[in-house]
């Protein structure tokens, strides 16, 4: 595609329709980020995803930029950066001190040095299209690498028989992204970008179908669960309501010292710390 000429208006189409399909990816942490606004904490979150997007990002806005037609990939990943960026910003805000320590020294090696070095050794040993070959191998090199890390979430999720620990959401929305920037390096011709959205694609299949595999499981299992735990509340409830409300009247009611005494004890026996039932019976007081 030259530009944002129509000569290829699928290829068009199919961009733009990647545009908004990575943005609302781009988008899918915001409730987290609002939690974290709102509570003044990170609560444990970790901010190496927010830092390997930025970095992805930042590739692959070099790359468009070099090729010097790919506009729909600089308007998408310029604007992830900026969305990364601000989540970023936020992490920093409101992390612990240890956290903040940790995301400063990962941005400062990744997306400073990193691609600092990636940059300038890639414009210091190729010039044009090599340059632009050299890059784009980068690019692919390092999104085939995000695609693969969804295999430790494959392996649990297989391991314990459960989809709870699977986001299905952004996996799916990941996976709708691979299959339209595929179509879209497929139709301009762009080895770049089709090739890594072959291994999203097929890794994002995969957790599809391991999330339908496993749903029902995972929905047995909590009504397995269910009547147990019913159960132990009715246990717990009878418990504290015998505590509150004895069912004999004469069985024997312990006492704190300090408590038989205010309730005019003699001083034998608060000196035993045991309130005598026949004493009980005499106040006729229910503690509680």
């Given at each position: ?9 699928w290829a068009f189409t199919i961009g733009i329709l ?63 950066c900026a969305i990364e960026t601000v989540y970023i ?139 147990e735990h019913i159960i132990s509340i009715a246990k ?53």
């Open positions: 595609m030259a530009g944002l000429s129509l000569d290829h208006p990647g545009n908004i399909i990575s943005l609302m990816v781009f988008l899918a942490p915001l409730p987290t980020f609002y939690r974290v606004y709102t509570r003044k904490s990170t609560e444990g979150f970790q901010s190496v995803p927010y830092v390997v997007a930025l970095f992805s990002c930042m590739l692959w806005f070099c790359y468009a930029f070099l090729k010097t037609d790919a506009y729909l990939l600089i308007t998408i990943n310029s604007i992830g910003v936020i992490y920093l805000t409101y992390a612990p001190k240890v956290a903040k320590i940790f995301t400063a020294k990962l941005v400062l090696v990744v997306n400073v040095g990193m691609f600092g070095l990636i940059l300038l050794l890639t414009l210091l040993l190729a010039e044009g299209s090599k340059r632009v070959g050299a890059f784009g191998w980068i690019c692919v090199s390092f999104s085939v690498s995000v695609f693969v890390a969804p295999l430790s979430v494959i392996r649990l999720v297989m391991r314990t028989k459960s989809v709870e620990f699977m986001p299905v959401s952004l996996s799916f929305f990941l996976t709708l992204s691979a299959i339209v920037w595929f179509a879209y390096g497929l139709l301009t011709k762009d080895i770049y970008v089709g090739l890594p959205n072959v291994v999203g694609f097929i890794f994002g299949i995969l957790q599809m179908v391991l999330y339908v595999a496993y749903r029902d499981k995972n929905r047995v299992a909590i009504e397995h669960k269910l009547p717990l409830s009878a418990e504290k309501a015998s505590e509150i409300y004895p069912i004999d009247s004469a069985t024997p009611v312990v006492h704190d010292q300090d408590t038989v005494q205010e309730q005019g004890g003699g001083a034998e026996e608060a000196k035993g710390g045991m309130a005598a039932p026949q004493r009980e019976n005499e106040t006729n007081s229910v503690e509680v």
